[in-house]
């Protein structure tokens, strides 16, 4: 409560000219309150007036009245001094760096809270009373606190500008529209601001609408890419999933294939092993045999010789000889020779990306079908878009479209608005004779003809139709021959570095087929030669 108070007795015994406790009181007639100083110096700028205003309610006075200092009010302000009342304003109040200050306020200048279109004068709170208070100041127009009030000056007049010429698009005073704006086309600023504020108010719509188109088209790539994230994510666990199989079945396999062998082995070893054996017995057998023949050959009994001679010169029959065993050898160069030949098939199989195989039936293609619309920035002024910007229709009476940088100038093409990878199939239905095309985004717009015409550079492969067809790319054509069709399918694998075009029908006929390698995202096109009337449209596919 005290603080209230002591803020009401501020207000009472402060200068409303520099908002500081009076110094040397005066009372001028109308019965505001100002420091002498303050008075003296307001009123010195008014000498060449005729008349002389009180700051705060205007009322004027003629001659200067004599400012007498109010004693009673001194000493009632030296009084209030003594009890603490500070006066001055808190810093924040103060104008500072890139504020309004008040055009009122003496000495260090308040911030001002409005600015007045009619007097051309900014005010703090204080000195903006009189506009709340006084009926003088009933018509003024306030707004917030502007530093450029003085633009609304007339620099030749010094008058205030509240005529617009439409003529000159600029704004006038009333001076200007009877001299070198004469005869313009004027209206007032208000009566100007009522049209630019619709103007403004449907540009915001414009505005407001792209927004929430493009805050859509982002959710709607957000949802592709979580799409695209959840996939890739489910093939790389699938893949996974397949590769571990895939090496358990190797491992396992090689395991077998160890054990084959190894088995293989210990059967041919033991086999050499028993007739290893049963030679050793031979040989010793014989060395005994030898043994005692040589011994009777030493023998000068004739008798006893001839009677041992019989039984000792039989011999066992011999073991077969050993043969090396090429079966089994064989066998060991064949399970290397099949273990190499299935390490090649899977290297070439895990040397690449696996890649899938091509459609062949248009349900297969359909898989891959992909909506399409067409871009209105790179559209040419003849071509008329529709159906939701899938369609167009040639018509050189066409109003022509704004200026923009991915718009072609000199030849009737459009290109879609999205860029297309992987694999992507779409059907165009047209009326002969037209062009179907794909190129990269950077294909020129205007200058050189084979810079950016779809099929003269290396930017842009194309197919001509007509009363046959034609492919061209980098300014080289091949004539081609096909059934003759009303739609034309595409077919782009873009890694894989494949574009294909096919003549729709009750089947689906390839006309021609390129494999080549793309460097940069591919935007569908077409091409409409006229005459008017003609038209080309991107089909809605299921």
């Known amino acids: 409560m ?3 108070r002591n803020q009401t007795d501020e207000g009472k015994f402060c200068c409303s000219i520099c908002l500081d406790l009076l110094k040397d009181p005066v009372t001028i007639p109308c019965g505001h309150n100002y420091c002498m100083g303050c008075l003296k110096a307001h009123w010195d700028e008014e000498d060449q007036k005729v008349n002389y205003s009180c700051p705060q309610c205007r009322q004027t006075f003629y001659p200067r009245p004599v400012l007498l200092k109010n004693t009673m009010l001194a ?11 500070q006066a001055a304003p808190a810093d924040h109040c103060y104008a500072g760096p890139g504020d309004v200050a008040c055009d009122f306020c003496t000495g260090r200048k308040l911030k001002a809270s409005k600015s007045c279109l009619q007097c051309l004068a900014s005010y703090c709170k204080q000195h903006l009373q009189p506009h709340y208070e006084s009926s003088a100041f009933k018509k003024h127009k306030l707004v917030e606190a502007s530093v450029k009030l003085q633009e609304n000056i007339c620099s030749r007049h010094d008058e205030v500008m509240k005529i617009f010429c439409r003529t000159d698009q600029q704004c006038i005073c009333f001076l200007c529209s009877m001299d070198e704006h004469k005869g313009h086309d004027t209206v007032s600023a208000a009566a100007e601001r009522t049209e630019k504020q619709k103007e403004l ?35 790389v666990e699938d893949s996974e999933e397949i590769f571990t199989e895939l090496m358990r079945l190797v491992e396992k396999r090689r395991s077998d294939v160890k054990q084959q062998i190894r088995t293989q082995q210990t059967t041919e070893v033991s086999q050499i092993k028993d007739l290893q054996e049963k030679l050793d017995q ?100 003849y071509l008329v878009l529709s159906e939701e910007n899938r369609k167009i229709t040639y018509n050189d009476k066409n109003k022509p479209y704004p200026e923009h940088p991915d718009r072609f100038i000199n030849i009737s093409q459009v290109l879609s608005k999205d860029g297309l990878t992987g694999r992507c199939y779409w059907e165009v239905e047209i009326s002969r ?44 054509s091949l004539g081609i021959s096909g059934p003759k069709s009303s739609r034309i399918g595409v077919y782009l694998d873009h890694r894989a570095g494949i574009l294909s075009f096919y003549s729709v029908s009750e089947t689906m006929t390839l006309l021609h087929r390129v494999q080549t390698t793309f460097t940069e995202p591919l935007y569908a096109g077409l091409w409409l030669f006229g005459p008017n009337g003609d038209t080309a449209e991107l089909c809605k596919l299921k």
């Open 2 to 4: 005290a603080q209230q």
């Open 75 to 85: 000493e009632l302000v030296e009084e209030l001094k003594k009890t603490g009342l």
């Open 201 to 235: 108010d449907e540009s915001r719509q414009r505005i407001q609408q792209r927004v929430q188109d493009r805050e859509k088209d982002v959710k709607e790539l957000q949802r592709e890419m979580e799409t695209i994230n959840r996939s890739a994510d489910k093939a």
């Open 282 to 381: 031979e040989i010793t057998e014989l060395k005994r045999k030898d043994a005692e023949l040589d011994q009777l050959s030493r023998t000068e009994d004739h008798t006893q010789f001839l009677h041992s001679y019989p039984s000792l010169s039989e011999l066992t029959e011999p073991t077969d000889s050993p043969r090396p065993n090429i079966s089994c050898l064989q066998y060991f160069k064949d399970v290397v020779a099949a273990v190499t030949a299935a390490r090649d098939k899977m290297h070439a199989i895990l040397s690449e990306t696996p890649s899938l195989a091509e459609p062949t039936t248009r349900a297969e293609f359909l898989h891959y079908s992909r909506q399409i619309t067409l871009d209105p920035n790179t559209a040419h002024t």
């Open 433 to 476: 004779p037209a062009a179907v095309a794909v190129a990269y985004k950077s294909i020129s717009r205007l200058g050189d003809f084979n810079a950016h015409v779809f099929g003269y550079n290396k930017k842009s492969w194309a197919l001509y139709i007509s009363d046959s067809y034609t492919f061209s790319h980098n300014n080289h």
